[in-house]
T-cell receptor
Framework: DADVTQTPRNRITKTGKRIMLECSQT?????MYWYRQDPGLGLRLIYYSFDVKDINKGEISDGYSVSRQAQAKFSLSLESAIPNQTALYFCATSDLLGQGRNEQFFGPGTRLTVL | RKEVEQDPGPFNVPEGATVAFNCTYS??????FFWYRQDCRKEPKLLMS???SGNEDGRFTAQLNRASQYISLLIRDSKLSDSATYLC??????????FGAGTILRVKS
């Protein structure tokens, strides 16, 4: 079984709809992240969480919210989806190994299309 | 200026060739770097970590030049299966990663 899973894998929705993307991990990591990937822009950080009580905004958090329900679960919500939120979304986890080592492990991604 | 910049390519090389990618970064306080590999429509996967001057793993060699603020990835004896997008990633601050946009490699027979 995959260590980091995301649901749904693909989603098509309409402008104004509320969407939730879910991420679960079995790696036992404290740190979880949400990224979006757009062609030519690389991955950009939306939100991150270093433990259940710690939620932080990334560089592009506007229009998104998150919930860390447990150590293993981190959800991303789009309260009112808009077309420019069409992208590939990745969840990732990491465990700080010391000396700045922060290797991240990614889920398979959710392809979201907002019409 | 982007914090991590890469030549997007594509680099088209024949099997067996040696190919090198460079990546530059703007934050001199960055602690460590990574090369991730991403296949089309798949998740990024860690290829190599670069914590000091460099790292070697089989056909892959990564080097870090802090004075010039660049990281390189060298692939020797390219295989068809090496075709992918290679992401340069910096561990800059606050325990977050900053990703380059990626370099596309196409290895052809």
């Amino acid at each position: 079984d995959a260590d980091v899973t995301q649901t749904p894998r693909n989603r098509i929705t309409k402008t104004g709809k509320r969407i939730m993307l879910e991420c679960s991990q079995t790696k036992g990591h404290d740190r979880m992240y949400w990224y979006r990937q757009d062609p030519g822009l690389g991955l950009r950080l939306i939100y991150y969480s270093f433990d259940v009580k710690d939620i932080n905004k990334g560089e592009i958090s506007d229009g998104y919210s998150v919930s860390r329900q447990a150590q293993a679960k981190f959800s991303l919500s789009l309260e009112s989806a808009i077309p420019n939120q069409t992208a590939l979304y990745f969840c990732a986890t990491s465990d700080l190994l010391g000396q700045g080592r922060n290797e991240q492990f990614f889920g398979p991604g959710t392809r979201l299309t907002v019409l | 200026r982007k914090e991590v910049e890469q030549d997007p390519g594509p680099f088209n090389v024949p099997e067996g060739a040696t190919v090198a990618f460079n990546c530059t970064y703007s934050n001199s306080a960055s602690q460590s770097f990574f090369w991730y590999r991403q296949d089309c429509r798949k998740e990024p996967k860690l290829l190599m970590s670069v914590y000091s001057s460099g790292n070697e793993d089989g056909r892959f060699t990564a080097q870090l030049n802090r004075a010039s603020q660049y990281i390189s990835l060298l692939i020797r004896d390219s295989k068809l299966s090496d075709s992918a997008t290679y992401l340069c990633v910096g561990h800059m601050y606050g325990n977050k990663l900053v990703f380059g946009a990626g370099t596309i490699l196409r290895v052809k027979s």
